[in-house]
């Protein structure tokens, strides 16, 4: 395969993700990194090797030699970065939610189609073997019938009313936060191993902390744990820390979700529990190499990931034997590798969530707001 020349926008943690992932690929060359600053970028392109750095993202988009860019910055930016870079002819693997509005996200698909360029929406949690094989068993109907789906995606590192980073902002992150920056997850993942769409749902937002301190200096996702009282200042905060969503499948399946980022001790608990009229499977991505199994009136199975065990279509997501625990990080790898197999060849298979995917996951984020506005049931 050719090789590929990249830029990476963002230099926070999602930055420091994409570089790691992309130089696994080993045909993606990182030639150019973007940051708010020419310090920041400095910085980044010093820790991971990459010599070209600036604070014009423009000055990439406007490259011919650089044929992708990966967008990893707050989501306030993605919208204006993508289309800038998919007007410039690029390939764009851009972070989720796709945007600030469902307006921006239906723009930013509208570019992509006339532009004829590689899209994707770095909805990477698809990507774990494990997932996979749930997938494909619900496919061959090993599960039956899907009666209810329900599960949480709960974390704890904004707990505390000291604990800030700009995802808190509305206008850096938009109008939701915790639903947005993980439920979105949530609810692309249930459809996605379903096959079905949500079609209405009622939801319930909570601000546990009504005002926080804010730290002076600025502090990186998961970070700031150990600042002084006189590091931060008192804000005002507008978007929610806990979000309750029940929802409907398709005419039969019924289900409910929670997303948290102030549950004590859950660092990145992301469960997912579905239930059919044969079995039930339930994952959870702190143990992302296991699998629950449920039955009526058999034993209980735990399943390892073993790709030479895994339902045939889901053993090319795991590129390690059983045994050999594949995370987070693997999971971006194996999006790169697809996106960036598309760019080398358009006729490949988009096997990735493309900007259209985000949009549909960005009009179900505003039919949360309706719904929470309304405080009750709406239709998607």
Known sequence: MRRIKTAVIGAGFMGRVHAEAIRRLGNVDIVAVAA???DEASRFGRAIGV?????DYQSITADPSIEAVHVCTPNAL???????????????LCEKPLAMSEAEAQDMVATAEKKGVVNCVNHNLRYYPVVQHVRRMIEAGDLGDILVVQGTYSQDWLLYDTDYNWRVDAKDNGPLRVTGDIGSHWMDLVQHLTGMKITSLCADLQI???TRKRPKVAIETFAGKTLRPEDYEEVPIVTEDFASVLLKLGDRARGA??????SAGCKNRFQMEIF???????????????????HRNDPNQIVLKDPSLLKPAAASYADLPGGHGEGYDDTH???????YAKLADPSAPADYPTLAEGLWGMHLLEKVIESNNKQGWVTV
């Not at 979700?257 to 102030?262: A, G, K, P, R």
């Open 78 to 92: 993605h919208y204006p970065i993508s289309k800038a870079a998919m007007e410039a002819g690029k390939a764009v």
């Open 333 to 339: 790898k194996q999006v790169f590798r697809r996106f």
């Open 36 to 38: 708010i600053s020419d």
């Open 276 to 294: 059919g009229t044969k079995c039930g499977a339930i994952w959870n991505q702190e143990r992302p190499d296991e699998l629950w199994i449920g």
């Open 257 to 262: 979700y929670t997303v948290s980022q102030v």
């Open 51 to 55: 010599e070209r750095t600036t604070a």
């Open 208 to 210: 546990v902390h009504q």
